[in-house]
């Protein structure tokens, strides 16, 4: 045989080798892209994404306004903890630009299994919920009542079918607690292996009370001892939950959507939720998207997969994109055409720039920039 020949026939081998081995070899990557993206202020499956009702019993309805426009939160899709990349797959996602390829374990880590990442996402979920309303209505200088819960409990804790999340934390060790962070400093005067007493209302028996717009009743309250144990990082005594806020609200805020997970529509729900409740229209019309987690005080925190969330928002028509300012500096460095990335570190931020959006003020926007 010729040596060209061979050396044709040798290099067609190994393509042909390279190939199955790239269609075949499983790497350990999972891929994000574009997910749905849902105006706030308009309706889902049917329902209105927001609405707000009076309680049972109470005269009078809160007025909800027109609005028009968008506001509209974003989602990234991600392949399944199950769906195993190959090597051409990667390769492939890492360079489209619709398209973001991560380490697997950042989406679904090692030490959890699907169903609790599910889970995690959920409480997230309605969390942010919860903190978007109060951030809307603390802006909108609606009072409303605060007291601490349990946030979630940790499997095989102490605490784990002793205490429940949502139960309201009246006391410890008899001591009343009104702030989150009071929990952990009487928790850790104990050492472990040393018992705590918490006195709570049940979750239950606490979100009934809300449902009308009551305080929820020291009267249910009973007294739960739990023990303790050594806390991995730096041997303090903890029962193995996370106290959080919890909110009694004026009326109810509905919102309506199914299927979403994680904490990153906090800041859209709150902005959809002042401007139902505001005479003023938000947006006066425009195309805004945006994204950002939000606490009770309307502070914006950054969220994952930025690139993919501008991307679908603009794909959807959005020409303005509230942009978390950790999330800036990524978001600019690969930003879709058409669309104004538009820093943003709290709600009075966003209220700001929208304003400016509306009135057609937008050079004045504080815009995100690639360092």
């Known amino acids: ?5 061979a050396t044709l026939l040798t290099s067609a081998l190994l393509l042909i080798t390279m190939f ?5 070899l499983n790497v350990p990557y999972a891929e994000m892209s574009p997910g749905p993206t849902v105006n706030t202020l308009g ?3 049917g329902d209105p994404v927001l609405s707000v009702e009076q309680k049972p019993g109470r005269k009078g309805r809160p007025k909800e306004y027109d609005t028009s426009g968008h506001l509209n939160m974003t989602t990234v899709r ?5 769906y195993r990349m190959t090597l051409f797959g990667a390769l492939s996602g890492w360079v489209r630009h619709d398209s973001l390829v991560v380490p697997h374990e950042t989406l679904y880590p090692d030490d959890k299994s ?23 209505l603390r802006e909108l200088d609606i009072p409303f009542a605060t007291h601490v819960i349990v946030g979630s409990v940790e499997k095989g804790a102490p605490a ?10 009246t ?10 962070e009071g929990v952990g400093k009487v928790v850790t005067q104990h050492k472990p292996g040393e018992k705590v007493t918490f006195t709570v209302i049940p979750a239950a028996k606490a979100k009934a009370a809300r449902k009308q717009g009551r305080k929820p009743p020291a009267d249910d309250a009973k007294k739960v001892t739990v023990g303790t144990k050594k806390a991995p990082d730096d041997g303090r005594a903890v029962v193995g939950i996370q106290p959080a806020v919890g909110h009694t609200f004026p009326f109810d805020i509905d919102i309506k959507l199914a299927d979403i997970g994680g ?5 859209m729900f709150a902005l959809g939720i002042v401007d139902k409740l505001t005479r003023t229209d938000l947006t006066g019309g425009k195309f805004v998207a945006g994204t950002g987690t939000i606490d009770d005080q309307g502070r914006v925190g950054e969220i994952g997969g930025i690139q993919m969330k501008t991307v679908g928002a603009r794909n959807k028509g959005a020409r303005f994109f509230l942009t978390p300012a950790g999330n800036c500096a990524a978001a600019a460095a690969d930003k879709p055409d058409g669309l104004t990335l538009v820093k943003t570190s709290s709600i009075k931020d966003a209220l700001s720039s929208l304003k400016k959006i509306r009135t057609g003020r937008t050079d004045e926007l504080t815009q995100c920039k690639a360092h």
């Open 263 to 267: 904490p990153s529509a906090g800041l």
């Open 114 to 136: 699907a169903k609790e990442v599910d889970q995690e996402n959920a409480e997230e979920f309605t969390a942010s919920q919860e903190s978007a309303k109060a951030a809307a």
């Open 78 to 82: 991600v392949t399944g903890s199950e």
């Open 20 to 24: 199955c081995v790239g269609a075949l």
């Open 1 to 5: 045989m010729p040596r060209r020949t």
């Open 43 to 45: 309706s889902h499956d």
């Open 171 to 180: 006391a410890v060790d008899g001591i009343p607690v009104s702030k989150a």
């Open 160 to 169: 784990h079918h002793r205490l429940h999340a949502g139960d309201v934390i």
